[in-house]
């Protein structure tokens, strides 16, 4: 049942949503005239906020570079769990279009709900620019905010995933002597509500642009054909602007547009059938096979070659 490579990605583009929400932010530090002195871009990455602590215990010289580069963010992702709530039928399906056209159409399995918990770290030497920080974040989630991710690009397949603020915790590292230096860290723990797709299938389907049956009132196999019943689509819109709406804006209706149905009877009196194979009306060749019957010699069994 396993084996099949796949890789959709869901969860890293999950990841990478969460970091873009913070990548944008500044502070900005005043002299006693309220002018500005310095805008700052705060950084952020990914990774366990120990690792950057630990240097900036580790480091003798106040003075060294790894001091100007407090404040800093960072984020990880720290636990994954299904989430029951939001489950579909699991042999449920739904189809997207890959091309705006409408040629290729695949069926895609519901995706699986799964819950991803982040932290979101930030630390500072100076509570004034945590504030900042902290105030250019807090005011978006009430309690969660929405980001639409394209999590299969080939379906464009966009899904809004909220983001949820679960609570925020902070700390201020300042019960040592002057020498020791001060790091404030607050701690802030999301949750998205993000979806993981199976694979996703290599066999392409089209739009069904015409449907045509053909009747017949005899019985048998391969009967002669009477009556013809075709329907199309019918443009409700000027798609080419050439002022009338006509058989070439038939051609041009992509999925999602709103459209009508042509519909046409033919009458035949010929003996002739549709071959799938060629896509035309062919003469089917009649002939009478002679099938023997065990214990009651020989009959007939009408055959229509195509």
Excluded: C
Excluded at 123 to 141: A, G, R
Excluded at 184 to 190: A, S
Excluded at 239 to 267: K, R
């Amino acid at each position: 049942m396993f084996g099949n490579y796949f890789y959709n990605k869901s969860i890293e583009k999950t990841v990478v949503a969460f970091g873009t929400l913070f990548n944008a932010i500044s502070i900005k530090h005043e002299d006693q005239s309220g002018n500005d002195l310095s805008i700052f871009k705060v950084p952020i990455g990914y990774g366990p906020i120990q690792k950057f602590l630990a240097r900036v215990e580790q480091s003798p010289d106040g003075n060294r570079r790894i001091a100007t580069t407090l404040p800093r963010m960072s984020f990880e992702m720290i636990s994954i769990d299904y989430d029951g709530s939001r489950k579909a039928s699991s042999i449920q399906k739904f189809k997207s279009a890959s091309s705006s056209d409408g040629a290729d159409i695949k069926s895609v399995y519901m995706p699986t709900p799964y819950n991803i918990q982040f932290e979101l770290n930030i630390v500072s030497k100076i509570q004034s620019d945590i504030l900042q920080i902290v105030e250019q974040i807090l005011p978006y989630f009430q309690p969660s905010f929405n980001v639409t991710v394209n999590l299969i690009p080939e379906l464009n397949e966009k899904r809004d995933i909220p983001f949820i603020l679960n609570r925020i915790n902070f700390r201020d590292d300042y019960e040592s002597d002057f020498k020791t230096r001060r790091l404030i860290t607050w701690t802030l723990t999301f949750t998205a509500k993000t979806y993981i797709f199976s694979e996703i299938p290599t066999n392409n389907k089209g739009l069904i642009q015409k449907v045509q049956v053909d009747y017949a009132t005899d019985a048998i196999k391969n009967a002669k054909r009477e009556v013809r019943y075709t329907v199309t689509p019918q443009a409700l819109e000027d798609y080419n602007n050439d002022g009338v709406i006509n058989s070439i804006d038939n051609d041009l209706i992509e999925l999602g547009d709103d459209f009508g149905f042509n519909d046409t009877i033919t009458d035949f009196q010929d003996f002739k059938t549709y071959s799938s194979s060629q896509g035309i009306d062919v003469d089917a060749w009649h002939a009478r096979k002679k099938v023997r019957r065990i214990g009651k010699g020989f009959r007939y069994r009408d055959q229509y070659i195509i």
